[in-house]
């Protein structure tokens, strides 16, 4: 059984920064894709950002040059570093993992930047 931990959330000022972590846990193969989605009250969810097993990333035009995601395969462990938080970037934040034909997710981590 797979699943995904996540942690870092929390309340900032804006233009603060914040780190988001997620562990996946369980049999994990190093060929898969992870990511970060985010969902603000009332919208539709997005991605954020997303990795690939080579370390190629993409990134939503809303966050260039603010987040960067990376990975530790060893750990299976995808990282977000969110510089320069803004209001509108505040929304529950969940991490992705596809693997072998199927998504998994995180239970979803609160990120808050308050003007």
């Known amino acids: 059984q797979v699943r995904l931990v996540e942690s870092g959330g929390g309340l900032v000022q804006a233009w603060e920064s914040l780190r988001l972590f997620c562990v996946s846990l369980?049999?994990?193969?190093?060929?898969?894709?992870m990511g970060w989605y985010r969902q603000a009250p009332g919208k539709e969810p997005e991605l954020v950002a997303g990795?690939?097993?080579?370390?190629?990333?993409n990134d939503a035009d809303s966050v260039k040059d603010r987040f960067i995601i990376s990975r530790d395969n060893a750990k299976s462990t995808v990282f977000l570093q969110m510089d320069s938080l803004k209001p509108e970037d505040t929304a529950v934040y969940y991490c992705?993992?596809?693997?072998?034909?199927?998504?998994?997710w995180g239970q979803g981590t609160q990120v808050t930047a308050s003007s």
């Open positions: 992705n993992l596809f693997m072998m034909g199927r998504n998994y």
């Open positions: 990795i690939n097993e080579n370390g190629n990333t």
């Open positions: 369980g049999r994990i193969f190093r060929l898969n894709g």
